[in-house]
C-alpha cells in the first residue's frame, strides 16, 4: 500500500502545477480557470464524506479499485483536452473518485492494531511525501518537450493504471476481517491469506457480531445506509474533534497562504529562496513521518497528548515566524513547524479513529477531508482579510484559531482520558 500511495501522489504531482498554464494556453479567463478549480474543490468537499461511507459498505477492495480506474479516466480525458470543455469535463470524475489515499488509510487501520496505527500512517504519509516532492520535477521536465501536458497526463493515467493492478493482487481475504476478535479497540495484525474470488468487506461490529455486506447490492440500499451512516456521525459527540481538525487546517493554511510574498515584504528574499525553503520543509516533513513510531512510544501511545503537545509546539512556532525579526528565525520555525504539524496531522487522524470506532473508519476519514475542504475554502477569505492589515496578519490570526484549537481540547480533556480510548493499554 505505501508504493500505489506514493506512485498516487508522484503522478498527482506531475500534472496539477502544470494544469494553469495548460487551460491558459486553451484560452481560458483567469476567471473560467478558477471556477472550474472551485468546481472541483466543491465536487471534493461533498465526495468524500459519500466515498469513505461507501468504502465501509462494500468494501475497501471494490471501493479503492472504482476511484482508481474512475480517477484513471479522468487523467486519460485530461490527455486528451484539447478544448476547456474537455478540461472541464476532465475533472469531474477525479473531483468525485480522487479519495484513494483515504481510503488506503482506512484499509490500514482495519490491518493494524491501534498501536502501530500512528506509525503505519505516519510511514504511509512519508511515501505519499516523496511522491509529492519528486513528482513536480518529473512533471516540470517532461513539459518541456513536444505535447509535454499531454505526454504528462497520459503518464498519469497509466500510473493509476498500474496502482490498480497492484491493489488487484493484493492478497484479499475476508479472514483478516471477519472474526469476533477484531472489536473497537483490538485489532489482529495477521497477515492477509491469498484467497480467489473473495473481497475485503468492511464489518459492521456490533456486540463482537461481524455483517459484511455486498458490494453488488441494490444502489438504493447503498444509497440509505450510506445516509444512515452519515446522520449517525453527524449526531455523534465527535464534534470537537472535527472543529479542531477545522481550526488546525485553517491554522497550516493560513501560514502557508502568503508566505512567499511576506517573506519578500518582510526580510527582500526572492521566491527562489521560499521555494527551496518550502522544498526543505516538506523533506522534514517526510523524515518526521518516518519517526512517529519512537515518538509515540515516548508518549505511551497516548494520541491525546501527543496532538495537544504538537498543536501548541505549532502555534508557538508561528507565533516565532509572525514575530521573526531575521530570515534565521524564519528558517528556524520552518525547521521545527515541520514535524510538528506532521506528527498532529497523523495524531488527529488516529484520534478521530479510536474515539470514532474502527467500523467506520471510511466514513470518519471522509468527513475529516471534508473538513479540511472547507478550511481551503476558508483559509484564503481569511488571508486576504487579514492581509490588509500586515503582511504579519494571517500567522497572527493562525495563532489566534490554534489557541482556540488547544482551549477546545483542554476543555474535553477529561472526556478523552475517563475514556480510555485516548491512552491505550499495553498488550
Known amino acids: 500500500l505505501f508504493l500505489p500511495s506514493f506512485q498516487d501522489l508522484f503522478g498527482v504531482s506531475m500534472v496539477v502545477p502544470l494544469m494553469n498554464l495548460h487551460i491558459k494556453s486553451l484560452g481560458a479567463s483567469p476567471t473560467v480557470a478558477g471556477i472550474i478549480g472551485s468546481l472541483y474543490g466543491i465536487m471534493q468537499l461533498f465526495s468524500s464524506t459519500f466515498v469513505g461511507c461507501w468504502s465501509d459498505i462494500v468494501g475497501r477492495r471494490y471501493s479503492l479499485l472504482t476511484c482508481i480506474l474512475l480517477s484513471a479516466l479522468g487523467y486519460f480525458i485530461l490527455g486528451m483536452s484539447t478544448t476547456v470543455y474537455l478540461f472541464a469535463i476532465s475533472r469531474v470524475p477525479v473531483g468525485i473518485f480522487k479519495h484513494t489515499l483515504s481510503i488506503s488509510k482506512a484499509l490500514l487501520s482495519d490491518l493494524v492494531s491501534e498501536r502501530d496505527r500512528p506509525l503505519v500512517m505516519g510511514r504511509f504519509n512519508a511515501a505519499s511525501s516523496v511522491g509529492f516532492i519528486l513528482g513536480p520535477v518529473v512533471g516540470g521536465y517532461l513539459t518541456e518537450l513536444k505535447d509535454g501536458f499531454y505526454q504528462t497526463s497520459f503518464i498519469c493515467a497509466s500510473i493509476f493504471l498500474l496502482n490498480a493492478g497492484l491493489v488487484w493482487m493484493l492478497p484479499w481475504s475476508e479472514e483478516n476481517t471477519g472474526n469476533g476478535k477484531h472489536k473497537l479497540g483490538k485489532k489482529r495484525t495477521d497477515s492477509i491469506t491469498a484467497k480467489p474470488n473473495c473481497d475485503l468487506q468492511l464489518k459492521s461490529v456490533t456486540n463482537g457480531t461481524v455483517v459484511i455486506d455486498s458490494p453488488f447490492q441494490s444502489p438504493w440500499v ?112 520552518s525547521t521545527f513547524l515541520a514535524f510538528s504539524t506532521t506528527i498532529g496531522r497523523t495524531c488527529i487522524i488516529d484520534l478521530e479513529l479510536t474515539i470514532g470506532g474502527n467500523e467506520a473508519s471510511g466514513t470518519l476519514l471522509g468527513v475529516g477531508q471534508s473538513v479540511t475542504s472547507v478550511g481551503r475554502i476558508i483559509a484564503p477569505l481569511l488571508s486576504g482579510i487579514a492581509q490588509e492589515f500586515s503582511p504579519c496578519g494571517p500567522p497572527s490570526l493562525a495563532v489566534g484559531l490554534a489557541l482556540l484549537a488547544i482551549l477546545i481540547m483542554n476543555v474535553n480533556k477529561q472526556k478523552y482520558c475517563s475514556s480510555g480510548n485516548v491512552k491505550l493499554k499495553n498488550r
Open 222 to 333: 447503498q444509497i440509505v445506509t450510506v445516509l444512515k451512516r452519515i446522520k449517525e456521525i453527524a449526531c455523534s459527540d465527535l464534534w470537537d474533534i472535527f472543529l479542531v481538525r477545522l481550526l488546525m487546517s485553517v491554522t497550516i493554511l493560513l501560514y502557508h497562504s502568503n508566505f512567499s510574498l511576506a517573506l519578500e515584504e518582510r526580510f527582500g528574499v526572492k521566491p527562489l529562496f521560499s521555494g527551496y525553503l518550502m522544498s526543505y520543509s516538506s523533506s522534514l516533513g517526510v523524515l518526521a513521518g518516518c519517526l512517529l513510531g519512537p515518538i509515540t512510544r515516548l508518549y505511551q501511545h497516548n494520541t491525546y497528548r501527543l496532538l495537544l503537545h504538537s498543536s501548541t509546539f505549532t502555534c508557538t512556532l508561528i507565533l516565532l515566524y509572525a514575530s521573526a525579526l531575521s530570515i534565521w528565525m524564519v528558517i528556524l520555525s
